[in-house]
């Protein structure tokens, strides 16, 4: 349509480092499905964030396609998100070339997931871990991206992609917008069930902390009722006094939409036992539908291919835009 408002633009991604957690699909990927007809939508499989730790390629190949099948599965339209893997768009790489010879040592080096996976990595601190915030500033800035939608542990990384945007943009004019973090206010940090003190995480080692979005329910129940909590047997909102307690709040007030007033009522006078069984139970039913249409998806590869190929052509066709302009700036001799 002719004097169409053109829509802002949004980009995120996840790793496909292992099998999606609770924690992505509420902090991330369940907020991404409701934004598609506000917002032009880029949701990347940052495979080569990915390769950072080292993988076993025919596991990321899988991890790589079974996390297709869950952003579809999670409401993500194909038609109406671009939904693409970070390798088959060779500008990613390219711009995240330029950006590091504009990132800062000094300022890569005070990066929390950066001190995290080193320090859990020790045997491979590579270059590839140290640069990472450059890449995915070019994830961002590739797509003159307005907003990322991400879970509060990113944060640092997108305003590092601002300092890096406007450094640059300072040199040579205004080639990069500037996108804002896009943050869910309950959601944004899920913590371990078994370490209330630590994030839900793919690569946890402790398997009964992380609840995984495609796992079975009753695996999921267990885990719930293992779950640590405290000595106080009363469900209320404190998480630095009750950081289990409080975990479990969020997690159920994300999975039914019932305020912190309404759940400490809802379980006023009730144990903990109580109040373990509701929230497994309806997580289980949040992931079910989703577990159900991935394992769908995932028996017709076909449809999954031409998902992932027509999504890398159309995010190759705006991040080339923004890589020429970069290179003409930088002075490369155009070809
Ligand atoms: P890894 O262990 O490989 O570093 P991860 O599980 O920590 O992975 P990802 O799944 O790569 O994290 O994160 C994908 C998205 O989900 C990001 O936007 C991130 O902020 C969000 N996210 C991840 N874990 C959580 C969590 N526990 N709570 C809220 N948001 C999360
Ligand atoms: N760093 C993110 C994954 C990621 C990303 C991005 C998120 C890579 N590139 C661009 C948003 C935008 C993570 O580790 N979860």
Redesign the pocket.
């Known amino acids: 349509m002719e004097n169409q408002v053109q829509k802002k633009r949004i980009l995120?991604g996840?790793?496909p480092?292992?099998d999606?957690?609770l924690?992505?699909y509420?902090?991330?990927i369940k907020n991404w499905a409701a934004l598609a007809d506000e917002y032009d939508c880029y949701y990347m499989l940052a495979d080569m964030h990915t390769i950072t730790v080292r993988q076993v390629p025919a596991e990321l190949r899988r991890h790589t396609l079974t996390q297709v099948a869950a952003y579809i599965a999670s409401g993500l339209d194909p038609e109406k998100n671009v939904l693409f893997v970070q390798s088959h768009v060779p500008a990613h790489a390219q711009l995240g070339w330029v950006l590091d010879c504009y990132t800062m040592f000094g300022e890569l080096s005070r990066m929390t997931q950066f001190k995290d996976k080193s320090a859990k990595n020790a045997d491979n601190i590579n270059a590839g871990l140290f640069t990472y915030p450059a890449l995915m500033a070019a994830d961002i800035l590739l797509y003159q991206a307005d907003l990322v939608p991400?879970?509060?542990?990113?944060k640092q990384h997108v305003e590092i992609c601002r300092d890096i945007a406007t450094r640059f943009n300072g040199i040579y004019g205004d080639v990069f917008k500037l996108p804002e973090p896009y943050i869910p206010k309950v959601?944004?940090?899920?913590m371990s069930l078994t370490s209330p003190d630590k994030?839900?995480?793919?690569?946890d080692h402790d398997p009964n902390g992380c609840v995984y979005m495609l796992e079975k329910p009753e695996d999921i129940l267990r885990k719930f009722k293992k779950a640590v909590t405290d000595s106080d047997a009363c469900v209320r909102f404190d998480p630095a006094a009750k950081p289990g307690v409080s975990n479990l709040m969020q997690i159920y007030s994300v999975a039914t939409g019932a305020d912190f007033a309404a759940i400490e009522r809802e379980f006023d006078g009730r144990g903990y036992g109580d109040f373990k069984q509701a929230v497994g139970e309806a997580v289980v039913e949040l992931l079910r539908p989703i577990r159900e249409e991935t394992e769908r998806l995932l028996a017709d590869k076909t449809y999954l291919e031409s998902v992932y190929r027509a999504g890398a052509e159309k995010a190759a066709y705006v991040a080339n835009k923004t890589l020429n302009k970069v290179y003409k700036k930088v002075g490369f001799l155009p070809r």
């Open positions: 995120s996840i790793q480092s292992g999606l957690t924690g992505s509420v902090g991330a991400v879970g509060g542990d990113q959601g944004a940090r899920v994030k839900m995480s793919k690569s």
